[in-house]
C-alpha cells in the first residue's frame, strides 16, 4: 500500500515564508514522476509545480520543488506568500504529471492534503 503524506502547512502574513514536505511509505522517488497541486475555495484544483521541474505562472519565481530521493521526500519552499496562496495543497506521485494543469486524482498516489493560509 502507497502512502502519500503532506505536512507544513500553516496561517501567515502575505510575503512570508512556508516549506511543504511530502513524505511517502511505499513508493520510492523515481524520475520526476511527482507534483503539488492546490484547490481553494469555489476553485478548481491545479497544478503547481511538478519535480521536471515546471511551475505555473502564478508560483514562478516564488516556489522551488526540491527533493530527497533518501528520505522518500519532497518539498515545496514558498518564499513571498500571497493571499491568492491560500488554498490546500496536494502532492501526488507515480505519475508524470507535467501536462495535467488540473487534479487527476485517479492518475498515482494523493495525499490529504495541507491548509496554507495566506492573510494580507
Known amino acids: 500500500e502507497v502512502r502519500v503524506v503532506e505536512s507544513g502547512g500553516g496561517s501567515v502574513q502575505a510575503g512570508e515564508s512556508l516549506k511543504l514536505s511530502c513524505v511517502t511509505f511505499g513508493w520510492t522517488f523515481v524520475d520526476s514522476s511527482m507534483a503539488w497541486y492546490r484547490q481553494a475555495p469555489g476553485n478548481e484544483c491545479e497544478l503547481v509545480a511538478t519535480?521536471?521541474?515546471y511551475y505555473a505562472d502564478s508560483v514562478s519565481g516564488r516556489f522551488t520543488v526540491s527533493q530527497d530521493n533518501a528520505k522518500n521526500t519532497m518539498y515545496l519552499q514558498m518564499n513571498n506568500l500571497k493571499f491568492e496562496d491560500t488554498a490546500v495543497y496536494y502532492c501526488a506521485v507515480g505519475w508524470i504529471f507535467d501536462g495535467y494543469p488540473t487534479c487527476r486524482k485517479d492518475l498515482g498516489f494523493w495525499g490529504q492534503g495541507t491548509q496554507v493560509t495566506v492573510s494580507s
Open positions: 519535480a521536471s521541474p
